[in-house]
């Protein structure tokens, strides 16, 4: 497939690529509403990002070189990220890339991984998309469970025991599933041992929310099972707390973020509960984005979800990232802002990717929360694209001001896609050792029609200085009757083929 030239032009923007001590607003600190001090950004630091692959397919159908939409999972010293590789208009990658470290991010291997594309290995698939990682601790294997593309899409998972050497794909499900996610059982006094959850939707079905089941490392897959609502939506991520009780949250169709829970190994699935409406604005330049969660969980089993949302912002400006918990998967906290910057700022902060560090908990529990943002909302293509992380030591209640990773990226050095030009629908940071590692994507200005998109991630852990100040939004109220900035809209899976209704959906940007 050609390349849409209409979105690459040759502009004098240069991408710093920093880790710097520097705030990503205009006004930084907590929120006007609350009435606290602005903070004062220090003077950046200039630190080089590690660039842990590269995009080398030349198959006709990508824009090359891409990479995009990053996953990450840690165990013990070992972390492993896995990415789409070769992005292509229609839908997916060439391939889905891997970089691990074994030795807590000191240094990566990386590569491909064989079997599931004609463009690496003995591959039947035309292109793979929506990577999602997990570890299973009873059997020791690593799991990357992705959604192969082709006339009929499959969700697959590759299995291997040292995160750096996989295996051929095994077929969970196959049809029109989309937006796939996993999860392992990996506490040993669970009755559920060794489970590991598969989540997707189908969009020929409205988004009808399946999940599949393994016992065996993910060998052999129990039959597609729904909710007992029979409920739908996007980009559900499980996450198994302490006692086997599996908790789901999920993007519903009609302007929601739910959860739904297992108590039973996966045998069946409990009906959906609402953690709270979604109030959300559109972002500029046509790039794909949606309040899709961010889900973590922490060694209590407490979940934390956080998704963009524009309710604290007058007519619904841009939007902040809101966080909201539970301890049991049923009742959430309203959703609280994180102050990154004040509600008076011009930023426009999406795709959240959360860490919990699993060894803490409660009020002690530490978060760290990376994002892309515009600094300027309302900007007109091609528009600056920034990113940066903030942390929290308290469970969430205070974070600290932000840390820029890196500034000045323009949205001309993206890819395009059916549903917009691609960064990624999500990014990912796992905490290994106690130290929280970000894996993203940062684009420089193109060659001519080649891109030059690529995985980064930092040579030391995304840590706040020790002298850092800590803000909190507890006295903030979010805005009277705020509502979004758009209305419904039909969008389609990522082959075209399904479309959504429209009176169900709000704003889909889909995964693959």
Not at 73 to 79: D, K
């Amino acid at each position: 497939m050609r390349l849409n030239r209409r979105l690459i032009t040759k502009l004098l923007f240069s991408v710093s690529l920093v880790f710097a001590l520097a705030l990503l607003s205009c006004g930084g600190g907590s929120s006007s509403s609350s009435g606290s001090k602005q903070n004062s950004p220090p003077e950046p630091t200039t630190v080089p990002l590690v660039k842990l692959s590269t995009d080398t397919f030349t198959n006709s159908s990508s824009q090359h070189a891409t990479e995009v939409e990053p996953d990450t999972f840690a165990f013990g010293s070992t972390i492993v990220s896995a990415f789409q590789v070769g992005r292509i208009f229609d839908g997916g990658g060439a391939d889905i890339g891997f970089a691990t470290s074994t030795d807590a991010g000191a240094t990566w291997h990386s590569g491909f991984l064989p079997g599931v594309t004609t463009f690496q290995g003995n591959g039947i698939y035309t292109a793979a998309s929506d990577p999602a990682i997990a570890y299973d601790a009873a059997h020791g294997v690593w799991i990357i469970c992705s959604l192969a593309l082709a006339n009929s899409d499959a969700v697959v998972v590759s299995r291997s025991s040292d995160g750096i050497n996989w295996g051929n794909p095994i077929t969970i499900t196959t049809g029109a599933p989309d937006k796939n996610w996993i999860a392992c059982d990996n506490t040993s006094t669970s009755p559920y041992f060794g489970h590991c959850y598969v989540e997707w939707d189908d969009p020929s079905a409205a988004d009808l929310i399946e999940m599949s089941t393994s016992t065996d490392g993910g060998l052999t897959w129990g039959a597609a099972l729904t909710t007992a609502d029979q409920a739908t939506g996007i980009g559900g991520q499980p996450l198994v707390q302490p006692n086997g009780t599996v908790v789901v949250p999920i993007e519903g169709v009609s302007n929601s973020m739910l959860s739904f829970t297992s108590t039973d190994g996966g045998t069946t699935w409990n009906a959906s509960v609402t953690i709270s409406t979604i109030t959300d604005h559109v972002e500029a330049a046509n790039l794909r984005s949606s309040p899709l969660p961010g889900a973590e969980i922490d060694a209590s089993g407490k979940v934390y979800v956080v998704w963009s949302d524009c309710r604290f912002r007058t007519n619904c400006s841009s939007n902040d990232l809101v966080l909201s918990t539970s301890t049991d998967g049923i009742t959430w906290t309203s959703p609280a802002r994180i102050p990154i910057d004040a509600t008076s700022s011009t930023v426009d902060h999406f795709i959240p990717g959360l860490a919990v560090d699993p060894a803490t908990s409660g009020g002690l529990a530490h978060l760290t929360l990376a994002y892309y943002s515009y600094p300027v909302s309302n900007c007109t293509a091609p528009c600056q694209l920034d990113l940066g992380y903030v942390t929290s030591q308290d469970g969430g209640n205070t974070w600290s001001a932000p840390t820029a990773l890196a500034t000045g990226m323009s949205t001309a050095s993206l890819p395009n896609t059916f549903a917009g030009i691609m960064v990624g629908d999500y990014i990912s940071t796992s905490y290994v050792n106690g130290k929280p590692f970000a894996v993203f994507a940062v684009a420089n200005v193109p060659s001519g029609s080649t891109f030059d998109e690529a995985m980064y991630t930092t040579p030391q852990a995304l840590t706040a200085r020790a002298d850092a100040q800590y803000f909190s939004s507890k006295s903030e109220r979010p805005v009277r009757n705020a509502k979004s900035d758009h209305g419904p809209r039909k969008f389609y899976d990522d082959d075209g083929k399904y479309p959504i209704p429209q009176q169900k959906t709000k704003k889909r940007s889909a995964r693959k």
